[in-house]
């Protein structure tokens, strides 16, 4: 749940205050290389909010269908080869393009 809420903070803090300066002039306003690093930014925020809902979801499928097994089954360096495993695709998928 922390790795979805910094994925979603980064994209109120990072993401939009940029689309909202390109809202409100109608054009790009900042520096040019900085959209596609502010482009970059914003498949990765919403690429790792994504996976992160989609690895909590496994999480519960698990706890619901083996609760007795839960346990050995997730456990925190599992949890957090999981967190690491999102935030990296979500950077590679983002990042390599430019």
Do not use: H
């Not at 979805?4 to 054009?27: H, I, K």
């Not at 609760?67 to 999981?82: D, E, F, H, I």
């Not at 690491?84 to 430019?98: D, G, H, K, Q, Y």
């Amino acid at each position: 749940l922390v790795s979805l809420f910094m994925s979603d903070l980064m994209v109120g803090l990072v993401v939009m205050p940029p689309a909202m300066l390109n809202q409100l002039y109608g054009r790009w306003v900042l520096q040019g290389d900085f959209c596609s690093l502010w482009a970059s930014f914003d498949v990765m925020c919403c690429s790792a909010s994504i996976l992160n809902l989609c690895v909590i979801s496994l999480d519960r499928y698990l706890l619901i269908t083996s609760p007795l097994r839960y346990k050995l089954r997730m456990t925190s360096c599992r949890a957090l080869a999981l967190i690491l495993a999102t935030w990296s695709l979500a950077a590679l998928a983002s990042f390599l393009p430019i």
